[in-house]
């Protein structure tokens, strides 16, 4: 670990990223060590600064890359030759070398390349941070895609979630840094990303996304072949679309922006809340549209390794968040939160509803160009420190693709309306699920477990009818046992006031005759004391 971080170490000085650092909003005291530090000895070089960003994020390997593919869909809070060169990490990541990967597919697969394919193009299409692609054609004619795992990305991968583990200890050591749950957010990260490292989970999540929108206008997701599929390697369909990304394409082609940019909302909402599974990954090197009827867009989706889901209490909190949002219902949001335990015990709810508001209050009603989601976030965690609010590990994927959501929509249509785009679904949505059709589908839901547990009703109101019996039993029993002690105790109380008083008279009468000198030589006080003395002893 300590040679990982001394190459971490090394990589940030080789590209000289200390120098993306504005220097004037340092504090000064760091301003003025700055100017002494070993590293600024290093030349800086001819490469542009979003340049030696990408370079230092590639070679540093695939936890880092995924960091800057998910910087470069928020080309609001970057500059854009940065956000330009981060683009490329997407799918432009250096390939490893063709004659590896044809070893890799006939070891997976048991067979040669020739066997498998009727083609097979050795240079690759793409190359991600985790996998590469591969053109093919089956001996079927089809044209299919193949995705190769890296060789040895599993270990490098170790090592970086090795320190991400301790720098997650030491900041779960800082109070104010304890909220944020580290550890816990370190732990979903690593069993999603480790799960992007068998193809065979990437596959299963490609079919069911591929089922919840089968025939529908909005998703289109190709088919995997199961047969040529294991952990390393995965075969699928191959697509023809356009790059989201490529906005002038696009245009050329007639798209409907505006209509792309709504399809896109409603994609993610009925993802979430329809289907409770949702693509995590939707950076645009991830998205294409489709070339076939531009005026009613279809979106096409590839790499599912990265999906999530929440349970159905989170669902609920999540839609009636958003619509306490959207109706700017700040008392419904601190209320909502308070509920779900994700604030400190004690909140007024008031109290987090003022600072809601004014967090909130100046973005509402506004076009998407017109939002600065950065100050917003910066402004929740602000409030968030005040009022001790925990991070929900089991919500940071949904809020990672979310801000996937928010970059794709200011590049495709800067002036859609997120709201007005989604609060219709979500007030169908919680009509639908909470209403009569909500209660008749949850009752076919359930129905072959209600139809097994019917005929065992009986018998389980009988078994709860006994326990309830004995229970009742066992109070009677237990009252009766007290009962009977305390009236054992009142019994002997008298006995005991008896027994003390005889000791007592006993103790005088054999003391009598050396306590009657030693009294005539005490002051009244003392006797007077030793009187009352007696008194208590024989008193109850």
């Known amino acids: 670990m300590s040679l990982r971080l001394f190459r971490i170490a090394w990589t940030v000085s080789r590209y000289r990223l200390d120098s993306l650092v504005p220097q004037d909003r340092l504090p000064p005291v760091i301003r003025w060590l700055w100017r002494f530090a070993p590293v600024r000895l290093i030349p800086i070089g001819d490469h542009s600064r979003g340049k030696r960003l990408r370079l230092a994020l590639e070679s540093l390997g695939p936890i880092f890359v995924k960091f800057g593919q998910m910087l470069s869909t928020r080309r609001d809070l ?9 683009k490329r990490l997407q799918d432009q990541v250096p390939p490893f070398p063709g004659e590896t990967a044809r070893a890799m597919v006939e070891v997976e697969l048991g067979k040669t390349v020739e066997e498998a394919f009727a083609a097979f193009e050795t240079e690759p299409m793409a190359s991600a941070s985790i996998a590469q692609v591969h053109a093919a054609e089956l001996h079927s004619g089809e044209q299919v895609v193949v995705k190769i795992i890296r060789p040895g990305i599993d270990r490098i991968m170790r090592e ?58 909005l998703l289109y997701v190709p088919a995997i072949h199961w047969s040529l599929t294991h952990r390393q390697v995965m075969v699928q369909e191959r697509i023809t679309g356009i790059p989201v990304a490529d906005i002038d394409a696009l245009r050329a082609q007639g798209t409907d922006l505006k209509k792309l940019a709504e399809r896109g909302v409603e994609i993610f909402f009925t993802q979430v809340f329809r289907d409770n599974f949702f693509h995590a990954d939707m950076h645009p090197g991830n998205i294409f549209v489709s070339r076939d009827n531009p005026t009613e867009p279809l979106y096409i989706a590839i790499d599912c390794g990265i999906v999530g889901s929440l349970t159905r209490e989170d669902q609920d909190y999540l ?27 004690g909140t007024r709810a008031n109290e987090f509803a003022s600072a809601i508001r004014a967090v909130c ?34 919500l940071v994927l949904l809020q990672k693709t979310l ?17 007005s785009t989604a609060k219709p679904y979500l007030e169908r949505w919680m009509r639908e699920r909470a209403g009569p059709k909500g209660f008749w589908k949850t009752l076919q839901k359930h129905a072959p477990e209600l139809a097994h547990q019917i005929p065992e009703l009986p018998v389980l109101a009988h078994q709860a009818l ?12 237990q009252t009766e046992a007290l009962t009977s002690l305390e009236a054992r105790f009142q019994r002997a109380a008298p006995r005991a006031r008896r027994l003390r008083l005889g000791a007592v008279l006993l103790a005088v009468a054999l003391a009598w005759q050396p306590m009657l000198g030693w009294a005539e030589q005490q002051p009244w006080p003392v006797l007077v004391a030793a009187g009352l003395g007696l008194l208590l002893l024989v008193w109850r």
């Open 466 to 477: 006994s326990d309830r019996e004995q229970q009742r039993r066992l109070y009677r029993q």
């Open 78 to 86: 970057l500059p854009p030759d940065i956000a330009d060169e981060l």
């Open 361 to 394: 209050e100046p973005i509402l009603e506004k076009p998407l160009k017109d939002i600065s989601f950065g100050q917003v976030l910066l402004g929740l965690f602000q409030t968030a420190r005040r009022f001790n609010m925990e991070v929900q590990p089991q």
């Open 319 to 345: 839609a009636r968040n958003l619509l306490a949002f959207f109706r700017q219902d700040y008392y419904e949001v601190a209320v909502l939160h308070i509920e779900s335990g994700w604030v400190g015990e």
């Open 160 to 217: 970086d979630i090795g320190l991400l583990y301790t720098f997650a200890r030491l900041m779960r050591r800082i109070p104010e840094a304890r909220r944020l749950r580290p550890v816990e957010v370190v732990q979903d990260y690593e069993a999603t990303l480790f799960d992007e490292l068998d193809l065979n989970k990437e596959a299963a999540n490609t079919s069911q996304l591929k089922r919840n929108f089968q025939g529908s206008p």
């Open 403 to 419: 801000l996937n959501i928010e970059g794709l929509g200011r590049q495709l249509y800067p002036d859609l309306d997120l709201w």
